[in-house]
């Protein structure tokens, strides 16, 4: 699904009291307000392009082959961003099933390339399946 970014939600709320302005200022003007719809088309394009597009991020994780009871282990996940200058906060946690402990969220903001660690700690014997790691993204302004 497709959601706007803060950025364009803020153009759309400025945009409308400006447009109002114009139409109650010099009635003679409305037909300007017609363009309005035109004018947030380009503004919302605008925003869409200056966007981290999924294309630009590649997403690797490894995980340990096998994590012995009481000791730890990381999944490294690593996220490298081509094309892009401002800077990304990725948030990740570890989408699991079996006997873990808590999983933490991780955080790094940076651009270009970042990798963290996501800590495994087994509680009992047996699987551990790991279906994905979860990971969020947002671009910092």
Known sequence: MIRPTRRA???F?????IAALVVSAARGMWYVSLYYPIIVAALFLADALAALWPARVEISVTFPRQIFL???GAAKVEVIIS???????FEAIL????ELAVPKIMSVVD????AVLLPIIPLR???IVVERPAIK?????
């Open 9 to 11: 939600v803020l153009l």
């Open 13 to 17: 709320a400025v945009s409308v009291p």
């Open 70 to 72: 009481g000791s730890r």
């Open 83 to 89: 094309d892009y200058e401002r800077p990304v906060r």
């Open 95 to 98: 989408d699991a099933t079996g």
């Open 111 to 114: 651009s270009g390339r970042c």
């Open 125 to 127: 014997r047996g699987s």
């Open 137 to 141: 993204s947002q671009v910092q302004n």
